[in-house]
T-cell receptor, first 113, second 112 residues
């Protein structure tokens, strides 16, 4: 597509439930990032995919968080047993080579109640 | 390894005054540098980028940034602030392997 597409745009879930967030990057973009942005705060790195290399998972805050990406296509971020502190906007960004910068999706606003 | 430091988490300027948002980078390789802007309740938008061509880079909305290797800086400027410039600004650096590092952001307030 023309841009990075994220779905859903908003998600309200009950504490303890699992959620799955989707990111559809720009076609041909080999690099993909997930970030978390809590209200009024900066970007918190979660995970980085580059082509078929092993992902950099060093930013995942706990083992409740996981992400997958098949090849250079869609990525899903899964949060198990959600907690209230997981409430944030989850942003996905992709790039063809990093030199031109990353294109961000509009994010998924997750609210855990 | 690459990293960026944004000096000043909050900057306030009067409408019509110069905007200066500071960014210093650390990189072991020639860096690619970027400024992103995030307006309230919106996603991140690329403002401008430096990719080893001209050291003075012009972006959207009248912003520009100058790459200074000797100072390892990439400060963002705008000659005259407008109310619509109020937003969060993020500096970022990209190096080898497409890895991408953001600063912690600077919130710009424009005072009428």
């Amino acid at each position: 597509g023309a841009g990075v597409s994220q779905s859903p745009s908003n998600k309200v879930t009950e504490k303890g439930k699992d959620v799955e967030l989707r990111c559809d990057p720009i076609s041909g973009h080999t690099a993909l990032y997930w970030y978390r942005q809590r209200l009024g705060q900066g970007l918190e790195f979660l995970i980085y995919f580059q082509g078929n290399s092993a992902p950099d998972k060093s930013g995942l805050p706990s083992d409740r968080f996981s992400a997958e990406r098949t090849g250079e296509s869609v990525s899903t971020l899964t949060i198990q047993r959600t907690q209230q502190e997981d409430s944030a906007v989850y942003l996905c960004a992709s790039s063809v080579d990093g030199k031109g910068g990353y294109t961000f999706g509009s994010g998924t606003r997750l609210t855990v109640v | 390894a690459q990293s960026v430091t944004q000096l000043g988490s909050h900057v306030s300027v009067s409408e019509g005054a110069l905007v200066l948002l500071r960014c210093n980078y650390s990189s072991s390789v020639p860096p690619y540098l970027f400024w992103y802007v995030q307006y309230p309740n919106q996603g991140l938008q690329l403002l401008l980028k430096y990719t080893s061509a001209a050291t003075l880079v012009k972006g959207i909305n009248g912003f520009e940034a100058e790459f200074k290797k000797s100072e390892t800086s990439f400060h963002l400027t705008k000659p005259s602030a407008h109310m619509s410039d109020a937003a969060e600004y993020f500096c970022a650096v990209s190096g080898t392997r497409n890895q991408f590092y953001f600063g912690t952001g600077t919130s710009l307030t424009v005072i009428p």
